[in-house]
């Protein structure tokens, strides 16, 4: 009777410690998981900043020329104005297909690309 309460008492020890290391586990793949995602983020939330900055010098350099070439410059600033206003008018129309569903698909991608990994090996 010891014998077989000594072997339950050790298969109950190594249970817990498998139950211990798996959750270990769900807690590194949920951190790495995160991780990306939050670096994906920043690196977006950088890479749109930059191509904000990038319009905007565009949009003067344009308004400017156009300016120059109609002898107005005021003129040529409402013309540059509704022009970045009807690319805006555009892009809201179509962001589900621009904008949403390609973010949603990358970030699906970053949660679940360990996922498939784990599924061949």
Same mark, same amino acid.
């Given at each position: 009777m010891s014998e077989t309460f000594k072997k339950a008492? /050790?298969? !109950? /020890?190594?249970?817990?410690e498998y139950v211990n290391t798996r959750v270990a586990q769900v807690k590194l793949s949920i951190v790495e998981k995160l991780s990306k995602v939050v670096t994906y983020i920043i690196?977006?939330?950088?890479? =749109?900043? !930059?191509l904000l900055l990038f319009i905007v010098l565009l949009t003067v350099a344009g308004a400017i020329a156009v300016g120059h070439w109609l002898d107005n410059m005021w003129l040529g600033f409402?013309?540059?104005?509704?022009?970045?206003?009807?690319?805006?008018?555009?892009?809201?129309? /179509?962001?589900?297909s621009l904008l949403r569903k390609p973010i949603t698909?990358?970030?699906?991608? =970053?949660?679940?690309?360990n996922d498939h990994q784990d599924e061949k090996d």
């Open positions: 008492e /050790s298969l !109950v /020890s190594e249970l817990k690196m977006a939330f950088v890479l =749109a900043l !930059v409402l013309i540059m104005a509704f022009i970045v206003l009807l690319l805006g008018f555009i892009l809201w129309i /179509s962001k589900n698909n990358k970030l699906i991608k =970053a949660l679940f690309e």
